[in-house]
């Protein structure tokens, strides 16, 4: 069966730091992989999307990017983090992009 | 390009009371349609799905919806609450044609009274 693993589970990082959000895949082969970030209230943001290795859609504008690296593997980064980006992080994966996604545990950043 | 409206961001019903939980969506081509639960500080998981067929969909948890095509709606219910639905709840649209990820809603947190 498939799993999706998704690392840490909680995060504080002080402004200006960078950033490394890693999630995996195991089970599946050429999965559509996701970043979603969800802030207090607000619903899910889908902030990158990927159909395959080093295909990377974003979103959103702003002070994040996401990388590929392999197959099942799917990184979010950013070089400096502002106090914005704090929120809950949700990777997911799919076999197609119009059918059901299915999510990580989530990891809750925190910029201070 | 899909949209999803979920009415009511907080509802809260009596444990044993009927769950309603609406969602309406917008789509030029019919579409896929999701449910999900997210309880707290853990990721979202699957609650049913529509894709084609019968539009009474059948889910986890004892939780149901039902397609309609003419008032563009597939609301969640559930005929008794449990404390343990108390959760967020998702809905989703897609456009079937696998050009653009899923489509959520903005949520729906439910709440369960003894």
């Known amino acids: 069966s498939q799993t999706i693993h998704q690392w840490p589970a909680t995060l504080v990082q002080p402004v200006g730091s960078p950033l490394s959000l890693e999630c995996t895949v195991e089970?599946?082969?050429?999965?559509?992989l996701y970043w979603y970030r969800q802030a207090a209230g607000r619903g899910l943001q889908l902030l990158f999307y990927?159909?395959?290795?080093?295909?990377i859609s974003s979103e959103v504008p702003q002070n994040l990017s996401a990388s590929r690296p392999q197959d099942r593997q799917f990184i979010l980064s950013s070089k400096k983090l502002l106090l914005s980006d704090s929120g809950f992080y949700l990777c997911?994966?799919?076999?197609?992009?119009?059918?059901?996604?299915?999510f990580g545990q989530g990891t809750r950043l925190t910029v201070v | 390009a899909q949209s999803v409206t979920q009415l009511g961001s907080h509802v809260s019903v009596s444990e044993g009371a009927l769950v309603l939980l609406r969602c309406n969506y917008s789509?030029?081509?019919?579409?896929?349609l999701f449910w999900y639960v997210q309880y707290p500080n853990q990721g979202l998981q699957l609650l049913l799905k529509?894709?084609?067929?019968?539009?009474l969909v059948k889910g986890i948890n004892g939780f149901e919806a039902e397609f309609k095509k003419s008032e563009t709606s597939f609301h969640l219910t559930k005929p008794s609450a449990h404390m343990s639905d108390a959760a967020e709840y998702f809905c989703?649209?897609?456009?079937?044609?696998?050009?653009?990820?899923?489509?959520f809603g903005k949520g729906t947190r439910l709440s369960v009274i003894a």
């Open positions: 997911a994966w799919s076999v197609y992009t119009d059918t059901e996604a299915f």
């Open positions: 989703a649209v897609s456009d079937r044609a696998g050009n653009t990820p899923l489509v």
């Open positions: 529509y894709t084609t067929g019968a539009t």
């Open positions: 990927s159909v395959g290795i080093g295909q």
């Open positions: 789509s030029s081509v019919p579409p896929y």
């Open positions: 089970g599946t082969s050429n999965p559509n």
